[in-house]
């Protein structure tokens, strides 16, 4: 299985960065998760978007869904249309989020042609991808996802506070890919988000073989985050950044 990073900060993104997203490439499936701004623009570096096979939005935040739109229009105005809309998995507050700021119209009626969304929460499969979606703490329905192919397994939390079920979604994951938003000392509203001590102490608890840190504040360390995350746990920990490979 192959995850490359499309954007890794939160809210938005440094200069040249983008938000939330990530293209999954296994069990012969294709599938771009989370659409923040900027990650439409580095998917393509990578992939066409008629090959992907399936779309998963975890949850209705703007830095989640943005790029939603411009692959709509890019679909749909298409020379070379795909034969099927797209299945979109996410939770029904993304596509209304979506659907308010189209607000009907010629854009609302390629919404409908081109994507066919599903709701987000059971276990589903892409071709020979394996889903299994996971509720997390956040303000709005939110869901990490695991991910399992070839028997290989990656999990990715998107954006959530700890919680105590949160080791066990991501136990034994061959890759964790886990929001570090925050470092340090800087204060913040709970249950939203993780700091890096946080998430590297998630990575030892779950035992995981390898930790990726992302949705990081645009303005914050990324070497720091890695140096904090660190403290907890002692296997291979990498901040993301647009364009990484990783192969599991
Ligand atoms: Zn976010
Ligand atoms: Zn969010």
């Known amino acids: ?4 990073v499309l954007g890794c900060n939160a809210a938005f993104p440094r200069a040249g960065g983008a938000c939330s997203g990530f293209l999954v490439d296994g069990g012969g499936a294709k599938v ?3 659409a923040g701004n900027g990650t439409f623009a580095n998917m393509q570096r990578v992939a066409s978007w008629r090959e992907l096979d399936a779309m998963i939005i975890t949850h209705g935040h703007a830095d989640h869904i943005s790029d939603v739109l411009p692959l709509m229009y890019a679909m749909g105005l298409d020379d070379n249309p795909r034969d099927e809309p797209l299945p979109v998995h996410a939770p029904a507050e993304a596509e209304q989020r979506l659907r308010a700021l189209l607000g009907g119209g010629r854009s609302s009626e390629l919404f409908n042609k081109v994507f066919a969304f599903q709701p987000l929460g059971g276990d589903f499969s892409v071709k020979g991808l394996s889903v299994r979606p996971f509720r997390t703490e956040h303000p709005i329905d ?19 506070a700890f919680f105590p079920d949160l080791p066990d979604a991501c136990a034994e994951a061959d890759l964790l ?11 913040a509203d709970g249950g939203v988000h993780m700091w890096a001590r946080e998430t590297g102490r998630l990575a030892r608890d779950a ?3 390898r930790l990726v840190l992302t949705h990081i504040w645009a303005t ?26 990783y192969t599991v």
């Open 1 to 4: 299985m192959q995850v490359t």
């Open 32 to 34: 771009w998760i989370d």
């Open 142 to 160: 939110s869901y990490g996802v695991r991910l399992s192919a070839d028997g290989r397994d990656v999990v990715y939390t998107s954006d959530t």
């Open 177 to 187: 890919i886990a929001e570090a938003t925050y470092v340090g000392e800087v204060s």
């Open 207 to 209: 035992k995981v073989k």
């Open 220 to 245: 914050f360390d990324p070497k720091q985050a890695e140096a904090e995350a660190r403290e907890s746990y002692d296997g291979p920990i990498e901040a993301a950044t647009e364009g990484n490979v």
